[in-house]
């Protein structure tokens, strides 16, 4: 069975309740399974394995959360299994999210997906509307696996 992994780095829980989302969002397409994980809690070399990925973070100076690049770097040492695989980017923040998430969108380019999804930008307040796309996006990334 296709696996989606989302993972995601989250100080104030916003970035969470987006990573939840998604993860909701993944769920509804039958035949893939749904990981969810803090950045802190993943083992990249067995995290590679999953066939889809969802990368969020809080924006910080527009960029993405130390934890969140960390694991990157350590992708970038096995990016040859990352190659063709589909994946997006996410972030929240009070006004440069837009910013983080292209920021991880380039950094998602060195992996050599079959797809980078555009990617979601949501502000400092999680409205219903906001999780509703997040849900969405899930649903699109899963939907490339099926």
Do not use: H
Request: net charge positive; no cysteine.
């Amino acid at each position: 069975m296709p696996k989606v992994l989302v993972a995601y780095y989250s100080k104030t829980g916003n970035t969470k309740q987006v990573a939840e989302a998604i993860a909701e969002g993944a769920k509804s397409v039958k035949g893939v399974d749904v990981e969810i994980k803090n950045v802190a809690d993943i083992n990249a070399k067995e995290a590679v394995e999953a066939d889809g990925f969802a990368f969020g973070s809080p924006a910080y100076f527009s960029m993405m959360s130390g934890p969140l690049l960390t694991l990157l770097t350590e992708f970038y040492f096995l990016r040859e299994k990352l190659a063709g695989k589909p994946m997006v980017a996410f972030a929240t923040g009070g006004g440069s999210q837009t910013k983080t998430t292209e920021n991880i969108e380039s950094i998602l380019k060195a992996f050599n997906p079959k797809v980078i999804l555009p990617g979601l930008s949501v502000g400092t307040k999680i409205s219903e509307i906001d999780k509703q796309q997040a849900k969405q996006l899930g649903e699109k990334l899963a939907k490339t696996l099926s």
